[in-house]
């Protein structure tokens, strides 16, 4: 009895410390599984859905890799376009560009033509204040076996006239030779903080960078993947960040051996170094998800929730905290989902790898449906803040602050000079009394 009551105590504590490292948890009942069509939850409040790009016979057929971003009043909308199949030697890095709040969009205009011996992709946005850089990855032929790829870069002044494609680059001013996930993040003190998937192969790296462009100065985050899916791929992959009330950032991936559960790691200086990463119990499709911070600080991430391959529905989880996700509101239900429209290789029915930006008292997440339409739902932060925050907050959350006298609170939102209490300014933290 003696040893069977030491045996279970040890059972306690070693399942009691595994949960304290787990980053993040949901409440068992905010998903009803059974309910394939909304998983059980509500509508966001007040939210609206836009379709940037639909496709027509005489247009291209696939689209993926929805990004958006906000510059000098406008909206930004880039994805990766072709005729018929993912990833096909036809692919290029379009983007629709609109300056009356969404209502209306450009024809799609192009960033970055098709290649020969590969093709490209969407790597996502950063936009400065006077300055709009778009990443772009290249996967050339001759990196296929395994695959792998690198990511280039074009800037303007204007979002209209744009540069000549340039290299990122490390801190060495070598060619970073890996692919930028499509969710860099600005911290409060200014640093960008993203993930890149490294050659040879898909294994991915959290990166970071002090220079205010993004285009230079990249270091790799200090991080082991838990193992490898194949020798060219490693397990965790796609990931996106939120920051915690106490400034640690929780990193969240794809897990590629299908459990369909997000896996997860921390950081808690800024980004130089990782934890492990751990399974959690947060359900998923095994796809791409985008984690972030509204301005009040409650902590969300757009995702898929369920646990097979359909990424359907589409889902804002939100926690006040960064620790325990307890509300989550439908963005996009199976029941709504249009008919595919045109075959193609990897194409099928779903709410495709979603990415969020906040701007302007809304959180927008775009996505591809089906990989045909380029869409975005955008919700009111009054409607889904946590924390007491308002849409009366204009914040993008792939902006740098130009300003090196900014100051923040704990949150990291930027606050005014009235602030009191523990603030932080150049990356400092210090008390106003």
């Known amino acids: 009895m003696k040893k069977a009551f030491i045996a ?21 009942t905010l998903f009803d599984a059974a309910n394939t069509n909304t998983l059980g939850l509500d509508y966001a409040p007040e939210m609206e859905t836009v379709t940037v790009f639909a496709p027509a016979a005489d247009t291209d057929h696939f689209s993926n890799g929805v990004v958006m971003t906000a510059f000098k009043g406008a909206l930004y909308c880039m994805w990766q376009s072709s005729k018929t199949d993912e990833d096909a030697a036809d692919t290029w890095v379009a983007y629709s560009r609109s300056t009356d709040e969404g209502k209306t969009w450009s024809k799609p205009m192009i960033l970055a033509p098709d290649i020969a011996d590969g093709y490209v992709s969407s790597g996502g946005w950063l936009s400065t204040s006077d300055k709009l850089v778009a990443y772009i990855n290249v996967w050339p032929d001759k990196l296929n076996s395994p695959k792998g790829g690198y990511t280039r870069c074009v800037t303007s002044d204007d979002g209209i006239n744009w540069s000549e494609q340039t290299d ?65 791929q490693s397990r965790e992959l796609e990931p996106s ?15 590629q051996n299908s459990t369909y559960l997000k896996m997860a790691a921390t950081s808690s200086d800024n980004g130089e170094t990782w934890s492990n990463s751990v399974l959690t119990d947060f359900p998923d499709a095994r796809t791409k998800q985008s984690a972030g911070n509204l301005p009040d600080g409650t902590a969300y991430f757009a995702c898929n929730p369920v646990n097979n391959k359909l990424r359907s529905p589409l889902v804002v989880a939100l926690s006040k905290d960064g620790e325990i996700f307890n509300t989550a509101y439908l963005l996009r239900s199976n029941n709504e989902m249009p008919t595919l429209r045109y075959a193609g290789k990897a194409k099928r029915a779903g709410y495709h790898y979603p990415k969020s930006m906040v701007y302007n008292g809304f959180l927008y997440v775009a996505y591809a449906t089906n990989k045909e339409d380029v869409q975005y739902t955008r919700v009111p932060l009054s409607s889904i803040s946590l924390n007491g925050g308002g ?29 009191k209490g523990i603030l932080i300014k150049r990356g400092k933290k210090f008390i106003k009394k």
Do not use: C
């Open 8 to 28: 279970l105590s040890l059972l306690v504590i070693a399942t009691s410390m595994f949960a304290d490292n787990i980053p993040f948890s949901h409440t068992p």
């Open 168 to 232: 990122v680059l490390m801190s060495d001013d070598a060619p970073i030779l890996g692919t930028f996930e499509q969710d860099p993040h600005v911290l409060p003190d200014g640093r960008i903080v993203n993930a890149a998937h490294l050659q040879p192969g898909l294994k991915v790296s959290p990166i970071y960078t002090d220079d205010p462009t993004g285009v230079g100065g990249w270091h790799l985050g200090q991080f082991t993947y838990t193992g490898k899916v194949t020798d060219a």
């Open 241 to 255: 960040l939120y920051r915690k009330a106490d400034g640690t950032l929780v990193m969240i991936f794809r897990d």
């Open 391 to 419: 849409s009366d907050i204009s914040h993008i959350t792939n902006t740098p602050e130009k300003s090196d006298d900014a100051v923040y609170n704990l949150y990291g939102q930027r606050v005014g000079k009235e602030a």
